[in-house]
């Protein structure tokens, strides 16, 4: 590439030298003009990496988990995983509910370092406040792990971050849940001999978190690689019950000729909203094929013993992720061990016939 193409990052006036002196030139703008692209094709240094360095603790690790919804049975779930893992590794463990409120996260986290807290663990009601958390902490020279959703150092929106500037996270794979719940799905359908001509799929998730739009960009893939041509109609939710059972309502009433439905979504609530609405229009538990994404809500509907449109639901379980989450901040601040980029926790597929087997929390 010539070099005015590189303004205004890597323009350099042209000035004859002796040949000797020319190669050496030319060796040490090779040089410049790749770090120059680098810093120009990202818009940051390396200074601005989302895993900054922490000093190591001596003494009792303090930790503190900040989770948004944590009334949710899945966090609920993670904060007693994460409860019993700093117990067991003799840590000072916090956990603050976030709710909703993305204006609440940055002073909870201002508090949390206040009180001396050694490492935040985060769940956020919205990356919009991503940056701000990260610079907080770093800041303080406070470790910052994410969970379950992604975070970004440099912008608003992980989906288009830089990958040195995503904060190590914990959780699970979207595309591994997603393709999981498309495959599921595609079964049911199948199992009941439906064609795609009078099916459409409801796709129901909010549409800002990057790893609900992973889940479901996978569970469409791998529904149409086993079914295809079915077309799917995107929802875009709040992922709370009320929001989607909202949100499907008007979508079923545009769509009177639709005889069966496939749902999915970025979580159990994205579902159970969709089959409630489903099945509120008048539309038969036969011919709805939910796959939630959770199973703490689907499986409701099948300790009731009543028909239901949710077929299954992939369970995953918070407490792995909020024990995890724990020992990997610990094994940084205590052992100086680097976060990995990710880590996952493992996940099951579950049923009406398979749910209470497999451990689900049904409360």
Same mark, same amino acid.
């Given at each position: 590439?010539?070099?005015?193409? &590189?303004?205004?990052?890597?323009?350099?006036?042209? *000035?004859?030298?002796?040949?000797?002196?020319?190669?050496?030139?030319?060796?040490?703008?090779? &040089?410049?003009?790749?770090?120059?692209?680098?810093?120009?094709?990202?818009?940051?240094?390396?200074?601005?990496?989302?895993?900054?360095?922490?000093?190591?603790?001596?003494?009792? +690790?303090?930790?503190?988990?900040?989770?948004?919804?944590?009334?949710?049975?899945?966090?609920?779930?993670?904060?007693?995983?994460?409860?019993?893992? %700093?117990?067991? &590794?003799?840590?000072? &463990?916090? /956990?603050? =509910?976030?709710?909703?409120?993305?204006?609440?996260?940055?002073?909870?986290?201002?508090?949390?370092?206040? @009180?001396?807290?050694?490492?935040?663990?985060?769940?956020?009601?919205?990356?919009?406040?991503?940056?701000?958390?990260?610079?907080? %902490?770093?800041?303080?020279?406070?470790?910052?792990?994410?969970?379950?959703?992604?975070?970004?150092?440099?912008?608003?929106?992980?989906? @288009?971050?830089?990958?040195?500037?995503?904060?190590?996270?914990?959780?699970?794979?979207?595309?591994?849940?997603?393709?999981?719940?498309?495959?599921?799905?595609?079964? #049911? !359908?199948?199992?009941?001999?439906? =064609?795609?001509?009078?099916?459409?799929?409801?796709?129901?998730?909010?549409?800002?978190?990057? /790893?609900?739009?992973?889940?479901?960009?996978?569970?469409?893939?791998? !529904?149409?690689?086993?079914?295809?041509? +079915?077309?799917?109609?995107?929802?875009? *939710?709040?992922?709370?019950?009320?929001? %989607?059972?909202?949100?499907?309502?008007?979508?079923?009433?545009?769509?009177?000729?639709?005889?069966?439905? /496939?749902?999915?979504?970025?979580?159990? #609530?994205?579902?159970?909203?969709? /089959? *409630?609405?489903?099945? =509120?229009?008048?539309?038969?538990?036969?011919?709805?094929?939910?796959?939630?994404?959770?199973?703490?809500?689907?499986?409701?509907?099948?300790?009731?013993?009543?028909?239901?449109?949710?077929?299954?639901?992939?369970?995953?379980?918070?407490?792995?992720?909020?024990?995890?989450?724990?020992?990997?901040?610990?094994?940084?601040?205590? =052992?100086?061990?680097?976060?990995?980029?990710?880590? !996952?926790?493992?996940?099951?597929?579950?049923?009406?016939? *398979?749910?209470?087997?497999?451990?689900?929390?049904?409360?």
């Amino acid at each position: 590439m010539h070099l005015s193409r &590189l303004a205004p990052c890597a323009r350099h006036r042209r *000035t004859r030298l002796p040949r000797r002196a020319r190669l050496a030139s030319i060796a040490a703008l090779g &040089l410049v003009t790749s770090v120059a692209l680098t810093a120009c094709s990202t818009g940051q240094t390396s200074s601005n990496s989302a895993d900054a360095p922490v000093a190591p603790v001596s003494g009792k +690790v303090s930790i503190t988990y900040l989770q948004k919804q944590g009334d949710q049975q899945y966090f609920v779930d993670e904060a007693a995983g994460a409860k019993a893992k %700093a117990a067991e &590794l003799g840590a000072d &463990l916090k /956990v603050v =509910n976030l709710g909703n409120d993305a204006n609440k996260t940055v002073g909870e986290v201002q508090a949390a370092i206040a @009180q001396k807290s050694n490492g935040l663990i985060i769940v956020v009601p919205d990356p919009a406040v991503g940056p701000q958390v990260v610079r907080t %902490a770093r800041d303080a020279k406070a470790a910052l792990l994410t969970s379950d959703d992604q975070v970004c150092a440099s912008g608003p929106a992980p989906a @288009q971050c830089a990958a040195t500037d995503l904060v190590p996270r914990i959780g699970f794979s979207g595309q591994q849940m997603g393709g999981e719940v498309g495959k599921r799905a595609a079964e #049911e !359908f199948k199992k009941a001999g439906w =064609n795609a001509a009078d099916t459409r799929i409801v796709s129901a998730w909010k549409q800002d978190v990057t /790893v609900c739009g992973d889940r479901v960009k996978a569970a469409k893939e791998a !529904f149409d690689q086993a079914v295809p041509g +079915v077309q799917v109609i995107d929802v875009a *939710t709040d992922n709370t019950p009320t929001g %989607a059972q909202d949100k499907v309502a008007a979508t079923v009433t545009a769509n009177p000729g639709v005889k069966h439905w /496939v749902a999915w979504g970025c979580n159990d #609530e994205n579902v159970q909203g969709a /089959v *409630t609405a489903l099945q =509120n229009a008048g539309i038969s538990p036969d011919d709805i094929d939910g796959v939630g994404l959770g199973a703490y809500l689907a499986c409701k509907d099948w300790a009731s013993g009543k028909p239901s449109g949710m077929k299954a639901a992939l369970f995953i379980n918070g407490k792995d992720v909020g024990a995890l989450s724990v020992q990997t901040m610990y094994d940084k601040l205590k =052992n100086g061990k680097d976060f990995p980029k990710e880590a !996952f926790a493992p996940t099951t597929m579950v049923d009406a016939a *398979t749910w209470q087997s497999a451990g689900v929390s049904c409360s």
